[in-house]
């Protein structure tokens, strides 16, 4: 019995064994783990605020702050609302006597407030507050998955077909959240600044500081709307007034005509085109529909472009003004590489970018104003970008008449006039929020209001980035005495050739893409053919070629599998469960099965051998899939083909050899009885 589980259970065996079940154990602990998330405590009345001490990451460093939740009505408007719960940050400031505390807000819509490592900026005078957006933060968030579904599955984001799953999606969302107990009447802008006013008099603050960006900004001028009394001073980057939760044309071509001179004054711009406005609608009027084999979709070039637009600094890459510029100017060259980047991002990152509810619930503001914008004819198709994004944003119109309306919208559709000391700071270059709106719309209803237009600056991230001393001096100075010092800004210049730019990252990511999938074929052509002429592998290049060398084929496997996918079913989502599964789980399957057969084997273990390594292969890829989400999932999908391959081949294995120790054993013992069995008597039976 000793020998039968000491030939079956090898040191390498063991060894391999024991490193498979760290691996599934720790596939077991991503799929299962629970996450962290908000509930309301037992007993909880609405207002109350439970806070304890913890820590932030900033840009300078983690700072002491004070976490917990904040109890509030899903529904103020409804007596009998339930309760949600959601997360309260305070970031302490460091002097002993603070001056008024700042609410971060954060644009979007549809995205966590949060995040905000530039706290430590403020906080020498300030403590620096965080409270969670409802529908977004804690305990009841507005998920679409319907609507992130459709996306993923879309053949150009401004097709009809797309906008219609678009709405279908959002509509199959509003009914699920409904039946689910969700009160969809309770996610309004209005009610967002009632749980600020509720956090202010929890935490025992008289006035309070507003610090917003972009669509952050519409929730401040609701706040100094219901509660001015509350508010000290507010600071808004990149205003966006009523209305503006979509982009005319004239307007995205007034900023394109911004660019366009810039690029007339820069010597390597001026280069590359005459009239960079001229190129670009040229460009926009015959978008190529492929880059060599592969395709591009034009829809999602066009909303990419818009969203790349927005910053003028590279520091959002690879979504950035002179990236985007570049891959037009190139496109105009004949190189389309660039595009497909754009349309490849597109595909990757736009359907899982927004918590899709409560981006639709904030949108509703603005109903009205996109049912006579698309009323009025605009075109889906259009070659202007900003009617492009706006097409995407809305389902080509659909999302105004799907997501219901809060009953208090309709008060805040319409600039309201404000007194509270109001700094409005604008990039001059910026796409999302043009300096125009703020100047022509908001500034004349604020009689204590000011403007900073920043030449040369784009979207909020690029104030945050660029020259962030004289931006950091400018918003201190406001909210300590309420005077404009914008002394530290210089002028600001476009680099109109970035470091990095889309049309490389295309090509880099493209050539990466067939090499490693050509790799993967001429590995799993090779591998037979090595078996066939030396007979299998060598003991270290079988254990190299089993655990390290699968991760190649299982991402090499999975490039083969896109780049099929994109080029002949364009509707198929890159992250489908079917395709990793069987890209992933084939050639780690074969390429393992071949670094542990022999030549000189049976035809029948041969072909055992292969149906367990597949089978074990497909398997751990499909639960190492589903262990984990986005990419994340795909290199658990590649952790989980390589354990099972190799669990299946280690079984059978072992079974292997348990069967030929007990048919040794048997053979031993029939050997044995036979020598000592006593011989018949010599002429027995005669006489």
Not at 492 to 505: G, I, N
Not at 619 to 643: P, Y
Request: proline residues 5%.
């Amino acid at each position: 019995m000793d020998s039968t589980r000491a030939r079956a259970f090898t040191p390498g065996r063991v060894v391999a064994l024991g490193l498979i079940a760290l691996l599934g154990l720790g596939l077991g602990y991503l799929r299962f783990a629970p996450h962290e998330g908000f509930s309301v405590p037992a007993g909880a009345q609405a207002g109350d605020l439970a806070l304890e001490s913890c820590e932030y990451p900033t840009e300078a460093g983690t700072y002491a702050a004070d976490c917990g939740t904040l109890v509030v009505p899903e529904n103020r408007a409804d007596r009998e609302s339930r309760l949600i719960a959601l997360p309260v940050t305070r970031i302490r400031a460091r002097s002993e006597h603070p001056a008024e505390p700042i609410f971060r807000l954060e644009g979007g819509p549809g995205i966590t407030n949060m995040n905000f490592k530039r706290t430590s900026r403020f906080t020498d005078d300030h403590d620096v507050v965080l409270v969670g957006y409802r529908g977004v933060d804690g305990s009841s968030v507005l998920d679409c998955p319907e609507v992130e579904s459709a996306l993923k599955h879309s053949t150009d984001f401004l097709g009809q077909k797309s906008f219609r799953a678009f709405g279908d999606g959002l509509r199959e969302c509003a009914d699920r959240l409904t039946d689910d107990g969700v009160d969809l009447a309770g996610y309004s802008l209005a009610q967002r600044v009632d749980d600020l006013e509720a956090a202010r008099t929890a935490l025992d603050y008289g006035r309070i500081d507003l610090l917003s960006e972009s669509a952050g900004t519409r929730t401040a001028m609701i706040y100094s709307g219901r509660y001015p009394e509350s508010l000290h001073r507010s600071v808004m980057i990149g205003v966006n007034p009523p209305g503006h939760f979509l982009w005319d044309a004239q307007t995205t071509n007034e900023q394109i005509g911004r660019y366009s001179d810039l690029c007339s004054k820069d010597d390597t711009c001026s280069k590359r085109t005459d009239d960079l406005a001229a190129s670009m609608r040229e460009t926009a009027a015959h978008v190529p529909d492929r880059w060599f084999f592969l395709p591009i979709k034009e829809g999602n070039v066009r909303v990419a472009s818009f969203y790349g637009l927005m910053e003028s600094t590279s520091e959002s890459a690879p979504l950035s003004a002179p990236m985007t510029l570049s891959s037009w100017l190139s496109a105009a060259e004949g190189d389309a590489s660039g595009f497909w980047f754009q349309s490849l991002l597109a595909d990757l990152a736009f359907p899982g970018a927004f918590v899709w509810g409560e981006y639709a619930a904030a949108a509703t503001l603005d109903a009205k104003a996109a049912s006579d914008y698309f009323s009025a004819g605009a075109q889906q198709r259009d070659s202007n970008l900003g009617v492009a994004a706006t097409a995407f944003g809305w389902g080509g119109g659909r999302m105004a008449d799907i997501w219901p309306a809060a009953p208090d919208e309709s008060n805040y559709s319409l600039v309201q006039t404000s007194n509270v000391e109001t700094l409005l700071i604008s990039g001059a270059l910026d796409f999302a929020t043009p300096p125009q709106w703020a100047t022509r719309e908001l500034l004349p209803h604020l009689p204590n209001g000011h403007q900073v237009v920043l030449p040369g600056f784009g979207h909020s991230t690029s104030v945050w980035t660029d020259q962030p001393e004289a931006g950091s001096r400018l918003i201190n100075t406001f909210f300590d005495s309420g005077q404009v010092d914008d002394s530290l800004y210089k002028p600001m210049s476009v680099d109109f050739t970035p470091e990095v730019t889309q049309t490389a990252l295309g090509k880099g990511i493209a050539g990466a893409m067939v090499g490693l999938a050509i790799l993967t074929i001429l590995s799993l052509l090779w591998m037979p053919r090595r078996v066939h002429k030396r007979g299998h592998f060598g003991r270290k290049a079988s254990a190299t070629l089993r655990s390290l060398y699968p991760i190649v084929l299982g991402l090499g496997g999975w490039l083969l599998g896109v780049l099929i996918v994109i080029t002949t079913m364009p509707g198929v989502p890159l992250g489908n469960a079917l395709l990793a599964v069987l890209t992933v789980g084939g050639p780690v399957g074969l390429g393992i099965y071949w670094a542990w057969v022999h030549r000189d084997w049976s035809a029948r273990s041969r072909g055992v051998g292969l149906a367990a390594a597949a089978a074990g292969a497909l398997t751990g890829a499909w639960l190492g899939f589903h262990a984990a989400a986005d990419l994340l999932a795909l290199i658990t999908a590649i952790v989980g083909a390589i354990a099972g391959a190799n669990l299946a081949l280690i079984l059978l294995d072992m079974s292997r050899a348990r069967s030929v120790d007990d048919r040794i054993a048997r053979e031993t013992a029939n050997a044995s009885a036979q020598r000592f069995e006593p011989a018949a008597p010599t002429g027995a039976g005669t006489h």
